[in-house]
């Protein structure tokens, strides 16, 4: 992938703006509830955009939708490209270098995690990650546009915004805690050792996307925020084992602190202008 393919790619989308986005936010499994807080403008389906690749998980093959949010111009990635899928990590990514070429300033990255340190109907604001059991998105000739060939994560998320979501929320009483997060390759949920490992390793919480995501969006400058859902104890931590149709329950269970975060995350975002 150079920047030439990213362009192009990037190109596609930009033709249908009509305005720069300034924020770009991914839906995690079971929060595409989240997407109703965007006033829809249009969409393009990433089956439209030559060169890029599809989501293999659902029926749809995913899509950018335009729109603005709380008048803040953004566009929100309806269908993440995980690594599981087979994608190399560059691979799952492009869709954060698109919007980082389009020119968002914040990215509001969501997922379902198992949690070690935290319950189901929890709220994680991430604060740091563990990504080292994928491979970097950057890895190979660095795009020089993009960003440098060695960057910073020392704010990987950030530090500021974090701190004023997590604030807020404990004012508000919501169940939100900040955390480590660790990314494994899945797509097995991981096995009791593993999850122990990560415990050991000081993460709080586990699951199969995003690290490289924020890795990506931060190499080109882009202010993170990480929203985590627990939507089960990790394994081990569980007493019985682990399906996605328990993951999907208490996403949709746990709607209501959700979104309580994600309008304080917004309004932090706002503030941050
Ligand atoms: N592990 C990994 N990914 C997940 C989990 C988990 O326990 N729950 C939701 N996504």
């Known amino acids: 992938m150079d920047y030439n393919e990213l362009n192009a ?14 924020l ?3 839906l995690g499994s079971g ?21 890029h690749p599809v989501c293999t998980n659902k029926s749809h093959s995913g899509s950018y939708i335009i729109g603005t949010i709380q008048d803040i111009p953004a566009i929100v990635m309806d269908g993440r490209l995980h690594y599981y899928e087979g994608y190399s990590a560059s691979e799952c990514t492009i869709p954060e ?8 300033r914040h990215l509001i990255l969501t997922n379902a995690v198992g949690g070690i340190t935290a319950g189901p109907g929890t709220v994680l604001v ?48 919501l169940a939100c805690k900040e955390a480590v997060f ?4 899945g797509p097995q949920f991981e096995t009791k050792a593993e999850v122990e490992m990560a415990r050991r390793l000081g993460a709080d919480s586990v699951g199969m996307s995003t690290g490289i ?20 104890w990790a394994c081990g ?19 209501k602190t959700m979104r309580r975060v994600f309008e304080i995350a917004l309004e932090a975002i706002a503030d941050d202008r």
């Open 24 to 26: 770009g936010i991914v």
């Open 182 to 185: 660790m990314q494994f390759p």
């Open 237 to 255: 931590i569980a007493k019985g084992p682990i399906t996605d149709e328990e993951v999907l329950v208490v996403a949709k269970s746990s709607e």
């Open 9 to 22: 790619m990037a190109r596609t989308i930009g033709d249908r703006l009509d305005e720069k986005p300034l």
């Open 97 to 104: 270098r698109l919007l980082g070429i389009l020119g968002i």
């Open 126 to 173: 991430t604060t740091e990650q563990i990504a080292s059991l994928v491979p970097s998105p950057l890895r190979g000739e660095n795009i020089d546009e993009l960003g440098p060939r060695f960057p910073d994560m020392s704010e990987v998320y950030d530090p500021l915004l974090s701190a004023t979501i997590a604030k807020k929320a404990k004012e508000e009483n």
């Open 31 to 51: 929060l595409s509830y989240l997407k109703d807080y965007l006033v829809e403008k249009g969409r393009i389906d990433y089956k439209d955009i030559k060169g």
């Open 213 to 232: 995501e924020a890795i990506a969006s931060r190499h080109m400058g882009i202010k993170n925020i990480g929203l985590s859902l627990v939507t089960n």
